[in-house]
């Protein structure tokens, strides 16, 4: 998150107020992540901010979620697999997928070497605006849906609905923005995601909405130790 061009964003807050459009796009002139492609080491520091951020948040998803029934995990959007990681050592059974952007994948395979689960999961590169792996008994998105407007969101979720079987779980990892007018993390996060990628934070009505476009019901909302919840949804 502390990375320059993140930051840099948020001095432009007021194009985006005014137009709806990200402040990263009107300083840099292309997407967040066409940006990381383009630039490897903003990437390098992309990718180790979003491990940073999951070895918190992400150790108390695999804590407080029971993973143990799963047999194939697809972690869509995975980046650097630690999210994974922390749930396939919990849990003796799962296999995953780690399903990201090309370059990303390749980082993801060493590390996950590194760490003694390789032979538990591959790591496949894609696109997941186009398709994602089929196969799954559970599919995985963290921090990903806030990344985009509703608009991306419905494609990539419909895209996971075609991969899925009519018995697969969806598993949505995001801070889901509380009733009221209480201090919470993810609304300053909202705002990080309006400059810097186009994307929000979103109720669980809102949740609600747009999993019921892609064909999708929420069976339940796990609360977490930590400002992120994580959304159970069954296809319907
Ligand atoms: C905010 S990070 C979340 C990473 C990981 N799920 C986590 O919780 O740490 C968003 C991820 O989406 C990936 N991503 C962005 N566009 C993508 C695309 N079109 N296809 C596949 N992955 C993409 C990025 O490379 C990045 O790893």
Request: proline fraction near 3%; charge should be negative; glycine fraction near 10%.
């Amino acid at each position: 998150m502390s990375l320059e061009i993140g930051w840099a964003s948020w001095g432009q807050l007021l194009h985006s107020v005014r137009t709806g459009d990200t402040a990263f796009g009107h300083l840099h002139g292309m997407g967040y992540f066409e940006y990381l492609k383009q630039n490897p080491e903003h990437a390098r520091i992309f990718d180790e901010g979003m491990t940073s951020f999951v070895t918190t948040n992400g150790l108390a998803i695999a804590a407080e979620y029971d993973f143990s029934a799963f047999s194939m995990i697809v972690d869509v959007g995975g980046g650097q697999g630690t999210l994974i990681e922390a749930i396939l050592k919990q849990n003796k059974q799962p296999r995953a997928i780690v399903f990201d952007r090309h370059d990303v994948v390749e980082a993801a395979k060493s590390k996950l070497a590194s760490v003694g689960i390789a032979d538990r999961c591959e790591c496949i590169g894609g696109d997941f605006f186009i398709s994602i792996p089929s196969g799954g008994d559970a599919y995985l998105l963290a921090s990903i849906l806030h990344d985009w407007d509703d608009e991306r969101s419905l494609t990539i979720l419909r895209n996971c609905r075609r991969a899925m079987s009519s018995k697969a779980k969806l598993l949505i990892v995001e801070m889901v923005i509380p009733k009221g007018n209480e201090s919470f993390f993810g609304k300053l996060l909202d705002l990080h995601m309006l400059v810097n990628f186009g994307g929000q934070e979103r109720t669980e009505e809102e949740y609600r909405n747009l999993l019921s476009a892609a064909g999708f019901q929420i069976s339940q909302v796990v609360k977490t130790s930590t400002p992120s919840s994580l959304i159970e949804a069954l296809p319907v």
